[in-house]
């Protein structure tokens, strides 16, 4: 994820950073869930260097937060993808998925002031392992899809 992780789409305001949820952060925790904490540590230097100040978010809990995002944005695509394209009960679906959809393509990670869900992340930080195990290939193989992973597995033995 070292490459990676500046490449990811991040934007940076006064007690907030704004991530993007998009292939390359997907792709990048797909490959390697834990590689979430390199890439929060550097979310947090270069806060540090733009705008001169601390972040004050530990690097656990914006990993943490990072990760849940990312992972659920994926797996709602996933829904989007399968469930809400069938009659019936999809098409149920389809406004609120897409309502989620819209809620994670953009990560607001903000300080406690700012971001009334920081708490939750702030309580879920020590647990990043454990979410890292959890969120293995099988989980972002389901989430993405097996067929994407495998394609990317296929790119990487090249």
């Known amino acids: 994820m070292d ?5 990811i789409h991040v934007s940076y305001h006064h007690r ?20 979430v904490y390199a890439a929060a540590e550097h979310i947090l230097k270069t806060y540090e260097a733009h705008m ?10 914006l990993a943490a937060e ?16 399968t469930v809400c394209r069938k009659a019936g009960a999809g098409k149920l679906l389809n ?8 809620s994670t393509e953009v990560i607001d990670c903000g300080e406690r002031e700012v ?33 994407r992973l495998q394609t990317e597995e296929m790119k990487k033995g090249e």
């Open 115 to 147: 971001d009334g869900n920081r708490i939750v992340f702030d309580v879920l930080a020590p647990f990043g392992g454990f979410i890292c195990r959890v969120l293995g290939k099988k989980a972002w193989a389901f989430a993405l899809g097996e067929k």
């Open 66 to 81: 990072i990760l849940l995002h990312a992972y659920l944005d994926a797996f709602f695509r996933r829904l989007e993808g």
């Open 52 to 61: 001169g100040e601390t972040l004050k978010i530990s690097r656990d809990s």
């Open 16 to 35: 907030i950073v704004r991530i993007r949820t998009d292939e390359v952060l997907l792709g990048a925790l797909s490959r390697n869930s834990a590689g």
């Open 3 to 7: 490459r990676e992780r500046s490449a």
């Open 95 to 102: 406004r609120p998925i897409a309502r989620l959809i819209r």
